[in-house]
Each structure stands twice: as C-alpha cells, then as structure tokens.
Nanobody, 126 residues
Framework: QVTLVESGGGSAQAGGSLTLSCAASGSTSIKRCMGWFRQAPGKEPVGIATISFTGIWKYYADSVKGRFTISRDNAKATVYLQTDSLEPEDTAMYYC???????????????????RGRGTQVTVSS
C-alpha cells in the first residue's frame, strides 16, 4: 500500500506560480510511475503530467506543456509539480497518484494510477 500526501496548493494570481509536492510512504518500493492529475468541478480527473522512476520519461498534457514541470526526488520519496504562468483555467483539485509499477509511464490514464492522494486545491484568479 502506498500513501500519498499532497501539499503546496493555494491561491494565485494569473501569471503566478505554485509548487506542489507529494510525499509518498508506506511501501518499500518507490520504483513506480508517478503523476499529477487535476479535476475541475463537475468534470473527470485529467492527467497533466507523469514521470518514470528515473525521470527519463515524462508526459505533459498540451494544456500545461511549457508551463508546468514535473520532477521527483527518489531519496525523499517526493514528487513535485512546478506550475508557472498560471491561468484561471488551471483552477482545480490537484491529485498526486502512483502506478503499481514503472511501466508505460507516458500513459496518463486515471484508472492506471491506483494509488491516489486526497488532493490539494489550486485556485487562480484573473
């Protein structure tokens, strides 16, 4: 079992930045794909960034490409999402999630990321 706890959400002005963190615990293996998903009110969760164990493979949704950066520190069992040039459309609940393994990390399918945190809210005002 993997426990994920997000932090770093909050309010920002359009054009601003936030750094989200996700601390993982509860499992002896950290060799997993990790990802960030977001869910706007009334909508399904959408994968916005994923990363493989070594960080070689990364995926970004078109909506965040060039503005958001995913990274991980395996020594700290922590994944980060640096969000820059924020837009009001980025307002959502942001979830950290992990797969069972380190395969097909470019996939951003919500159903494949079976371990999920409780989320952290990001609100961007214009």
């Amino acid at each position: 079992q993997v426990t994920l706890v997000e932090s770093g959400g909050g309010s920002a002005q359009a054009g601003g930045s936030l750094t989200l963190s996700c601390a993982a615990s509860g499992s002896t293996s950290i060799k997993r794909c990790m990802g960030w998903f977001r869910q706007a009110p009334g909508k399904e969760p959408v994968g916005i960034a994923t990363i493989s164990f070594t960080g070689i493979w990364k995926y970004y949704a078109d909506s965040v490409k060039g503005r958001f950066t995913i990274s991980r520190d395996n020594a700290k069992a922590t994944v980060y999402l640096q969000t820059d040039s924020l837009e009001p459309e980025d307002t959502a609940m942001y979830y950290c999630a992990a797969k069972r393994d380190n395969l097909d990390c470019e996939s951003a399918s919500w159903s494949a990321y079976v371990y999920r945190g409780r989320g952290t809210q990001v609100t961007v005002s214009s």
